[in-house]
C-alpha cells in the first residue's frame, strides 16, 4: 500500500490557477512511476500528468503547456501546478503511484481519494 493524500483543489475562475499537491507515504520511496489523472467526462479516470520510471515528465495533449508535474523526493511530495484553467478541467483529480504505460496511454495503481477542481467561465 502507499497511502496517497491530496490537497489544493478548489473553485476558481478561468484563466486562473491551483497548485495541487499529493502527500505520498509508506512504501512510495520504492515506486518509480507517480502522476495525476481525472475522472474524466466519461466516467473513467484519465491520465493528466505523469512522472515514469526516467523520470520524465509526460502529458495529456488538453493540457500541455498549462499543466506542471513536479516532484520532490526528499519528502515524496507531488505537485501539479495548473495555469490557465478551463471550464473544461473541472473534475476530480487523483494522486496515483505505481502507474505503468500501456500503449499510448497510462494506467494508475494506488490512489488518493481525489481533491475537486471548479473552473468557472
Known amino acids: 500500500q502507499v497511502p496517497l493524500v491530496e490537497s489544493g483543489g478548489g473553485s476558481v475562475q478561468a484563466g486562473e490557477s491551483l497548485r495541487l499537491s499529493c502527500a505520498a507515504s509508506?512504501?512510495?520511496?520504492?515506486?518509480?512511476?507517480i502522476g495525476w489523472f481525472r475522472q474524466g467526462a466519461t466516467g473513467e479516470r484519465e491520465w493528466v500528468a505523469v512522472i515514469g520510471s526516467d523520470g520524465r515528465a509526460t502529458y495529456r495533449d488538453s493540457v500541455k503547456a498549462r499543466f506542471t508535474i513536479s516532484r520532490i523526493n526528499a519528502n515524496n511530495t507531488l505537485f501539479l501546478q495548473m495555469n490557465s484553467l478551463k471550464p473544461e478541467d473541472t473534475d476530480w483529480y487523483y494522486c496515483?503511484?505505481?502507474?505503468?504505460?500501456?500503449?499510448?496511454?497510462?494506467?494508475?495503481?494506488?490512489w488518493g481519494q481525489g481533491t475537486q477542481v471548479t473552473v468557472s467561465s
Open positions: 496515483t503511484a505505481g502507474c505503468a504505460v500501456a500503449g499510448d496511454t497510462w494506467l494508475g495503481g494506488y
Open positions: 509508506g512504501q512510495s520511496s520504492s515506486v518509480n512511476c
